[in-house]
């Protein structure tokens, strides 16, 4: 096992543009009670120990060491990038006390920090800290400005993946983030994640219904384990599935939950598909009134947004809502207006769609003659979409003369 003497003071801290290194273990404390103080404190020694080897193998200089902590400084962004590497190989390697997992996760950003004292201050300090703390147990990022630095001087075997822009605390400008691929790092489970939703979508096409719930249900534990960004949008396609199979609670609890996440973060889009969802759960559960309440939640973006796919969801789901509540020329009419903008935008409907909505539309067509029945339709078709958005209002009036029966 490497030493596992500090090398703090070790050569003179590099000056002008130096990469900043930030890791900690993943879930220290949940570790701490599973393993006890005195195994706990071997593994945090052994984490140390390889971490130190690697920094002082690639010429590091260790600012601070705080709990499982460690933030280091190097010339070199190429040098950095090979330590973090190194690092992961050798705790991926290492034999835990109690079998644990101990996995560290690990943040590089380069920039010219002020020198101060004996370290450095600035906000490039306070944003490798950030970008640090994007990362998952077992991976590394990194940010643009070292990603640049490190391009030609990669090991063999090394890559990066751009993981998007993320809003980092208490810092305004988003930062783009990518992650470090190679040789013995863990595998991307952010990835994982949406191979699992996708493979499970794929199995639910196919009919398979146990395997796809088994799949989804893998996606959600990961994306959760990970805070995953798409924890929501696993969720949401969990839920159709279970509303599908008639597991209405489940289906409920889901989408709640997914509902929260894209509000905290800011997401309308994934507000608006949760409450369709929702309101389609509520109708099949045999809630049609409680289904509409939440639907007239999403008229005002749906209209906003622009998205014809929306839109045309919204005022089938409302039909079909209206019918169940039995104002049949109302779901007469809504109906013409979602086959008009379907029409308009070329957009076809899929089989799924087309027996869902005969399900709820067949006992109102039923209710009235044909040529009523038409007429609700036409009227429905020369609508504009905030009109045919605001049918589903239960204070909007219907005119008399085209609908004599609807109160």
């Known amino acids: 096992m490497p030493d596992d003497g500090e090398n703090r003071g070790v050569g003179e801290l ?15 404390t949940a570790l701490l009670h599973r393993l006890g103080g005195e195994r706990y404190g071997e593994a945090l020694s052994a984490q140390r120990a390889l971490i130190r080897a690697a920094i002082t193998a690639w010429r590091g200089h260790e600012m601070g060491t705080e709990g499982d902590s460690f933030y280091v ?134 009919g398979d219904t146990d395997g796809a719930r088994s799949l989804l249900e893998q996606a959600v534990a990961l994306n959760r384990e990970i805070g995953g960004a798409h924890l929501a949008g696993a969720l949401a396609n969990l839920a159709q599935l279970e509303s599908a199979t008639g597991r209405f609670d489940r289906a409920f609890e889901a989408l709640q939950e997914a509902l929260v996440l894209d509000r905290q973060q800011g997401d309308l889009f994934g507000v608006a598909v949760d409450q369709h969802s929702l309101a389609l759960v509520s109708l099949r559960s045999g809630r049609p009134a409680e289904a509409r309440g939440t639907l007239c939640g999403v008229i005002d973006f749906a209209m906003a947004s622009g998205n014809t796919s929306l839109l045309v969801n919204v005022l089938e789901l409302a039909a ?14 809504l109906a013409g207006a979602a086959a008009a903008n379907r029409d308009e935008s070329g ?26 029945w038409d007429a609700e339709l036409a009227a429905g078709r020369a609508l504009s979409q905030a009109e045919a958005l605001a049918l589903l209002r239960p204070d909007t009036a219907v005119d008399p003369a085209c609908d004599p029966g609807d109160p």
């Open 73 to 206: 400084v190097f010339q070199s962004a190429a040098d950095a990038v090979c330590c973090c590497l190194a690092a992961q190989q050798a705790l991926g390697g290492q034999d835990w006390p109690g079998e644990a997992l101990v996995r560290v996760r690990m943040g590089l950003h380069s920039g010219e920090p002020t020198r101060h004292e004996d370290g450095y201050i600035g906000m490039d300090v306070h944003r490798a800290a950030r970008i640090a703390a994007t990362a998952h147990g077992g991976q590394v990022v990194l940010s643009e400005p070292t990603r640049l630095l490190a391009a030609g001087q990669m090991p063999a075997g090394a890559s990066v993946r751009d993981l998007g822009l993320h809003r980092l605390k208490d810092i305004e400008a988003p930062e783009r983030i990518y992650q470090l691929g190679g040789p013995g790092l863990a595998p991307d489970r952010d990835q994982q994640a949406r191979e699992l939703n996708s493979l499970g979508i794929a199995r639910r096409h196919t």
């Open 347 to 372: 957009m076809l409907i899929s089989a799924q769609e087309a027996a869902m909505l005969e399900e709820f539309l067949a006992p109102a067509r039923a209710a009235m003659t044909p040529q009523e």
């Open 14 to 28: 590099p000056e002008g543009t130096i990469t900043m290194l930030f890791s900690d273990i993943e879930g220290s």
């Open 320 to 333: 079909a809502i209206i019918a169940e509540l039995g104002e049949a020329p109302r779901a007469g009419r």
